[in-house]
């Protein structure tokens, strides 16, 4: 399936002559799940408001499904699910009533409103929370309740602003279990701080910075470049960095202040094998050797630093 | 769609205390004062002695009950309508209503209705009322109709006004105390220029136009003012939410 369901074309949104947003541009297909990283105030949310229709955008266009939001908003907002940041809950209403006002906005036909409440319900694991109410429940239940009130018309695309925030563990895993779900029939876009999460669930990923796209492309060319032929060698009786270059496929080799050794080598020729044996007819004492991964957090800074070092230049 | 949006307010009103608080002191009040009329005609009546000064029952006791209705409402009306769009920017829920398949006419007209709807309940129930002294007297349905109709028109005067100044800020109070002073300037205009009946502030009184309803007379003019103060402020309230959405 290549169907495009969200096209986002040169989004720029100006906040009294600042660019919160600037050309910013992507497309999403369906069964694709597109997550949205960048730190506070790069412009996620205004991104993900103009997407929905919330705040229009000073110049370029957003198209749902081929349908454009500016000309034909009700159309492209029918295929949409959105929960913003802020959980737009009416809280002296049942997770029920909430859900089948919800439904009946969203133009879910009446007699289908009772099984779309009941399966939106059942998929977020709200079903034993129908009658209580909205106000009564946990941080954890009202996102819940937000998150079903997204999904209820079964839409095109469903955009969900942080929705792991205030939850604990494993409401968090079964969120991003629900998300991938989601994700194998319809297009999702989320935004999160939580870098492990993108990875977790995204297909895609998306680095705003400063109202700007600085990363966009698959989840697997993030993984390449967190990898990046790295070992992190433990030793208790380190020897000279030059014994250890001596040992093929070494490229460089470095004492770290924990005293541990970090070795690159070349592409595809990991030498993980010849250093265990080096170790042990050198009696270097190995105690630990891994694949040294650089933290998402790492790459994310180094994505974000990058741009503001060539914004100073 | 707007039905739906009308639905919802509806249930939310009824969701809190305050929608039936206001309904049960509204039907307190205007009961109390319908017995008390109904009372108090025996009493007048009996000491009128020349014809000239008789007046009907339909009369006696619907211009006391409705002047008062007209007059409750300015109270009444601001607290209703100050959390329709305010409540929903302190809750941050308007998000849930712009990402809907909804135009913001659709929601702000929604909300109006809602609102009016829920007001005229307590005025078909005053009519209700009235209807009953039928069962010993002849009553002037036309009188009764002629006064329902004014006051659903000033009371939804009022909302549209009220659903403006709600749109404005996002604190339910601030917009409750300024719909309550416009409110109670435009009720109020005419007293200040009495001695000119022709001058034309006096024409923007709200009460000014609900005088001829109150005497029984659907007057085209009259209808056709509150129509267009209606109007005005829920294109200013629509243009306002649009504001929000092109703005941020």
């Given at each position: 399936m290549s169907n495009i369901t969200v096209e986002a074309i040169e989004l720029t949104r100006l906040y009294g002559g600042r660019a919160?947003?600037?050309?910013v541009s992507f497309n999403l297909k369906q069964g694709e799940v597109l997550g949205f990283l960048g730190p506070n105030g790069a412009g996620k949310s205004t991104t993900m408001k103009m997407l929905t229709g919330n705040l229009a955008p000073s110049a370029g266009s957003v198209k749902i499904c081929g349908i454009d939001m500016i000309e034909n908003p009700k159309e492209a907002k029918a295929l949409i699910g959105y929960l913003p940041e802020m959980r737009p809950l009416?809280?002296?209403?049942?997770v029920d009533e909430y859900l089948t006002i919800a439904a009946r906005l969203h133009r879910v036909s009446g007699k289908n409103i009772k099984k779309a409440v009941e399966n939106a319900k059942a998929r977020c694991g709200l079903s034993h929370m129908s009658k209580r109410l909205i106000e009564n429940l946990s941080n954890g239940y009202q996102q819940r309740v937000g998150i079903a009130q997204a999904i209820i018309h079964s839409p095109m695309v469903v955009i969900l602003d942080e929705?792991?925030?205030?939850?604990d563990p494993i409401q968090i895993r079964d969120i991003r279990a629900l998300i991938r779900e989601i994700g194998q029939e319809h297009s999702v876009i989320l935004s999160t701080h939580i870098l492990p999460e993108v990875e977790m669930v995204c297909d895609h990923v998306q680095i705003i910075d400063k109202g700007k796209l600085v990363f966009n492309g698959g989840i697997d060319v993030l993984k390449r470049s967190r990898l990046g032929n790295k070992l992190l060698v433990g030793l208790h009786q380190a020897p000279q960095m030059d014994a250890l270059l001596?040992?093929?496929?070494?490229?460089e080799a470095e004492l770290l202040e924990s005293g541990m050794v970090r070795v690159r080598f070349a592409?595809?020729?990991?030498?993980s094998e010849e250093i265990v044996k080096a170790s042990v007819k050198h009696k270097w004492g190995l105690y630990q050797i891994a694949l040294d991964q650089t933290s998402l957090e790492d790459v994310f800074v180094q994505l974000t630093f990058h741009d503001a070092a060539a914004e100073a230049a | 769609m707007i039905f739906n949006i009308v639905r919802k307010e509806l249930k939310s009103m009824f969701a809190s205390p305050l929608g039936w608080a206001i309904m049960a002191i509204l039907s307190f009040i205007f009961g109390l004062y319908f017995t008390n009329s109904v009372g108090n005609y025996f009493d007048v009546m009996s000491g009128?002695?020349?014809?000239?000064e008789r007046t009907g029952v339909t009369t006696f006791v619907g211009s006391a009950v409705y002047g008062l209705a007209s007059f409750i409402m300015l109270f009444s009306v601001p607290l209703l309508s100050m959390r329709l769009i305010s409540e929903e920017r302190r809750a941050q829920t308007l998000p849930f209503l712009f990402s809907a398949p909804l135009s913001i006419t659709e929601i702000v007209l929604g909300k109006f209705i809602g609102l009016v709807v829920f007001l005229s309940m307590v005025i078909f129930y005053l009519a209700a009322m009235m209807a009953m002294l039928n069962l010993w007297a002849d009553i002037d349905f036309g009188f009764i109709v002629a006064n329902t109709i004014g006051l659903v028109l000033l009371v939804a005067s009022f909302s549209a006004l009220g659903l403006y100044f709600s749109s404005l800020t996002s604190q339910p109070v601030v917009a409750a105390i300024l719909t309550f002073i416009a409110l109670f300037a435009l009720m109020i205009l005419d007293r200040f220029l009495?001695?000119?009946?022709?001058?034309t502030v006096t024409y923007l009184s709200l009460m000014q136009h609900f005088q001829s309803f109150s005497r029984g007379l659907i007057d085209s003019a009259d209808v056709a003012y509150f129509v267009l103060f209606i109007t005005t402020f829920l294109v200013l309230t629509i243009r306002r939410l649009d504001a929000d959405r092109l703005r941020g």
């Open positions: 919160a947003v600037s050309d009416y809280k002296e209403l049942t929705p792991t925030v205030g939850l001596q040992i093929q496929g070494v490229t592409e595809g020729e990991n030498p | 009128a002695i020349r014809p000239a009495a001695g000119d009946p022709s001058n």
